[in-house]
């Protein structure tokens, strides 16, 4: 099976700084297709996890630009340029190239 | 508006069988496949299994395996998730998501207890 690693698990940020979230597969996530099945979802306390990002790097309707996914292959990256409150919750990066997988999650705080 | 609404959940005994169900409206239900997603209290996601579009072919994870059943009826717009012989560790909010992961219920809490 394929696993998520996700660095850091937790992450205290200031508002208006940057923040960044680590996924490396124990796999290539590239498809036969060509594409990389590779997602990122927030999850506010409380609510359901939205999805944030697809295909590494689209984002979703209404996911202000201030959220974007990098990387290739079994590294990958989501950012925040400028941490905002509404920002608060965990981030789950998340594979469907072989199977469903999600990554243990990230916590991201506000310092 | 794509709306998923779970219902189902509640206390069950160890050993015990419960069905979630997920009523769809808003999107072309018939035409996409559907997955169920677990988060145990605490913890992180953990997908659970997921369904063709027509229903002729599902998949599972290895934890539930045998043990869970997902089927849809296109007709009603919905999903459901029978779980049989239920232990402790299948405690979780189980939410119904479409398997391109882009839209979820609200969830729906299984509680296995004695």
């Known amino acids: 099976d394929v696993v998520l690693t996700q660095s850091p698990l937790s992450q205290s940020v200031t508002l208006g700084q940057p923040a960044s979230i680590s996924c490396r597969s124990s796999e290539s996530l590239v498809y036969s297709d060509g594409d990389t099945y590779l997602y990122w979802f927030q999850q506010r306390p409380g609510q359901s996890p939205r999805r944030l990002i697809y295909l590494v790097s689209k984002r979703d309707s209404g996911v202000p630009d201030r959220f974007s996914g990098s990387g290739s292959g079994t590294d990958f990256t989501l950012q925040i340029s400028r941490v905002e409150a509404d920002d608060v919750g965990i981030y789950y990066c998340?594979?469907?190239?072989?199977?469903?997988?999600f990554g243990q999650g990230t916590k991201l705080e506000i310092k | 508006e794509v709306q998923l609404v779970d219902s189902g959940g509640g206390l069950v005994q160890p050993g015990g069988s419960l069905r979630l169900s997920c009523v769809a409206s808003?999107?072309?239900?018939?035409?996409?496949?559907m997955s169920w997603v677990r988060q145990a209290p605490g913890k992180g996601l953990e997908w659970v299994a997921n369904?063709?579009?027509?229903?002729?072919?599902?998949y599972y994870a290895g934890s539930v395996k045998g043990r869970f059943t997902i089927t849809r009826d296109n007709a009603k717009k919905s999903l459901s998730l029978q779980m049989n012989s239920l232990r402790a560790e299948d405690t979780a909010v189980y939410y119904c998501?479409?398997?391109?992961?882009?839209?979820w219920g609200q969830g729906t809490l299984v509680t296995v207890s004695s």
């Open positions: 998340m594979q469907v190239t072989r199977g469903r997988t």
């Open positions: 808003g999107f072309t239900f018939s035409r996409y496949w």
């Open positions: 369904i063709t579009p027509d229903g002729s072919e599902d």
């Open positions: 998501v479409t398997d391109a992961f882009d839209h």
